[in-house]
C-alpha cells in the first residue's frame, strides 16, 4: 500500500454529490490550483467537492537531481523518455486511493472528474482510462502521455466513453504544443471521444481555458 497522498479541499456550498480530484504540476502543490474554484464561477448552489493533492518529494532528474514535489522524476526532456514509468504507476495508485475514499464518502464514481495540468496531466491521461469503473470525465490540461503505446492493450471499457477534455497553449515552452496533439491522436486511436481546445499562451492557464473548463465541468456534472 503506498503512502497516503496529503491534499487540499475545497468544500461545495451544499452538501457534495460530486468531486474534481485535480493534479498540479512539477514543483507546485494542492494551493496552486485551489484559487481557480471562484472563477468557474459555479452557482451558490453548486454540489461539486473539489480535492487538490499534493505530490510527494522525490529527486527529480532534469532539475540537478533536487528534491521538489512530483508526481514523477523527469530524466529527459524527449517525449518518449520524459515521464518514469514507475513514478507515473505509483502516483497513479496514489490517486486510485483518493478516488476510493471519495467513493467512500458516498460518491458515485460516474459523479468524479480526474483532472490534472502537465505531470498532474500526465497522470490523469494514463489512470482514467485504465480504470475499472467510469468516471463522470477526464481533463488534461498543458499535457502529454506515458507510455501512450500501451494504452490500446492497457485500457479497460470502463471510461471508453468518457467525456476527455485537452487544452494547451500554442506558445507552450515547457509541454510543446505536438506533445498535446499527440495526446489527442493517441487518445483517438485507441476509440475515446476528445473535446480539444487550444489557445494562445504559454505553460499556464488563461481566462479563456478556464471559461472552457467551467463549462465543461458543469456539462458532465449537471
Given at each position: 500500500m503506498s503512502d497516503k497522498l496529503d491534499f487540499l479541499e475545497v468544500a461545495p456550498?451544499?452538501?457534495a454529490d460530486a468531486t474534481v480530484i485535480w493534479l498540479h504540476g512539477l514543483g507546485d502543490s494542492g494551493h496552486g490550483f485551489a484559487p481557480i474554484v471562484p472563477e468557474l464561477k459555479l452557482?451558490?448552489?453548486?454540489?461539486?467537492?473539489?480535492?487538490?493533492?499534493?505530490?510527494?518529494?522525490?529527486?527529480?532528474?532534469?532539475?540537478?537531481?533536487?528534491a521538489m514535489p512530483a508526481w514523477y522524476d523527469i530524466?529527459?526532456?524527449?517525449?518518449?523518455?520524459?515521464?518514469?514509468?514507475?513514478?507515473?504507476a505509483e502516483s497513479a495508485q496514489q490517486v486510485v486511493e483518493l478516488i476510493e475514499a471519495e467513493i467512500s464518502r458516498g460518491i458515485r464514481p460516474e459523479r468524479i472528474i480526474l483532472a490534472g495540468?502537465?505531470?498532474?496531466?500526465?497522470?490523469?491521461?494514463?489512470?482514467?482510462?485504465?480504470?475499472?469503473?467510469?468516471?463522470?470525465?477526464?481533463?488534461?490540461?498543458?499535457t502529454y502521455m506515458?507510455?501512450?503505446e500501451k494504452l490500446v492493450a492497457e485500457k479497460t471499457s470502463a471510461n471508453q466513453q468518457t467525456p476527455i477534455l485537452l487544452c494547451h497553449g500554442r506558445?507552450?515552452?515547457?509541454?510543446?504544443?505536438n506533445f498535446g496533439q499527440q495526446a489527442k491522436m493517441w487518445l483517438e486511436t485507441a476509440g475515446f471521444a476528445v473535446e480539444w481546445h487550444d489557445f494562445m499562451?504559454?505553460?499556464?492557464?488563461?481566462?479563456?481555458?478556464?471559461q472552457v473548463i467551467s463549462t465543461w465541468i458543469q456539462k458532465q456534472l449537471n
Open positions: 456550498p451544499v452538501e452557482s451558490n448552489t453548486h454540489s461539486i467537492r473539489f480535492i487538490f493533492p499534493h505530490a510527494p518529494m522525490r529527486n527529480v532528474t532534469i532539475n540537478n537531481g533536487l530524466r529527459s526532456m524527449e517525449l518518449d523518455k520524459r515521464a518514469d514509468p514507475e513514478g507515473v495540468f502537465s505531470q498532474g496531466g500526465v497522470i490523469a491521461l494514463h489512470l482514467g482510462p485504465r480504470l475499472p469503473y467510469q468516471l463522470a470525465g477526464i481533463m488534461g490540461l498543458s506515458s507510455e501512450p506558445a507552450d515552452e515547457v509541454v510543446p504544443f499562451m504559454q505553460h499556464n492557464v488563461c481566462m479563456e481555458e478556464i
